[in-house]
Each structure stands twice: as structure tokens, then as C-alpha cells.
């Protein structure tokens, strides 16, 4: 079983900036994908940003440029850095983790942009 906690949301003016942390309960060393994603009310969730084991990372075309995804094997931790937010990026972002064929998600943490 892994767990998956996210933390770093909150409230932030358009422009601004915010870091997002998703801490895992094992080691994610061989954990080979983890990604962010984000569901804004009334909408479907979506993909965000990704990043593989030899560090590789991807990002949504609409936060290109703004977002960065990277992971701290050490402390079983990956971020999501966050700038230049827009009110369009208000959401709950989730963490998952894909161990073997399993993916698993952590509870979300809220992010709310205003104008």
C-alpha cells in the first residue's frame, strides 16, 4: 500500500506563486511515474505535470512555462512548482503515484487564485 499526502495549497492572488509537496510513504526511488492533476468545480479532472524515474518531466500545454514538476528521492517527496497563476488555475490538485500496476492518489490539496 502506498500513501499519498499532499500539502502547500492555499490562497494566492493572480500573479502569484505557490509550491505544492506530495510526500510518500515509501521510498520513490523505484516509483517509475508520478503526476499532478487538477479538477476544477464543475469540470473533469485533468493531467497537469509528470515525471518519470530518470527524471524526465512533461507538462500540460496550459501551464507550460508556469509549472514545474520535480521529485526529491530522498525525502519521498515531489513538488509542484507553481507561477504566474492564473484564477484559471484555481482547483483541487492531486498527487498520484503509479507503483507496478496499481496507481494511487492522495486526498488533494486546494488552490484558489483570485483576481
Known amino acids: 500500500q502506498v500513501q499519498l499526502v499532499e500539502s502547500g495549497g492555499g490562497l494566492v492572488q493572480a500573479g502569484g506563486s505557490l509550491r505544492l509537496s506530495c510526500t510518500v510513504s515509501?521510498?520513490?526511488?523505484?516509483?517509475?511515474?508520478m503526476r499532478w492533476y487538477r479538477q476544477a468545480p464543475g469540470k473533469e479532472r485533468e493531467w497537469v505535470a509528470g515525471?518519470?524515474?530518470?527524471?524526465?518531466?512533461n507538462v500540460a500545454d496550459s501551464v507550460q512555462g508556469r509549472f514545474t514538476i520535480s521529485r526529491d528521492n530522498a525525502k519521498n517527496t515531489v513538488y509542484l512548482q507553481m507561477d504566474s497563476l492564473k484564477p484559471e488555475d484555481t482547483a483541487i490538485y492531486y498527487c498520484?503515484?503509479?507503483?507496478?500496476?496499481?496507481?494511487?492518489w492522495g486526498q488533494g490539496t486546494q488552490v484558489t487564485v483570485s483576481s
Open positions: 498520484a503515484a503509479l507503483n507496478g500496476p496499481v496507481w494511487y
Open positions: 515509501r521510498s520513490i526511488f523505484s516509483i517509475d511515474t
Open positions: 515525471i518519470f524515474s530518470g527524471s524526465f518531466t
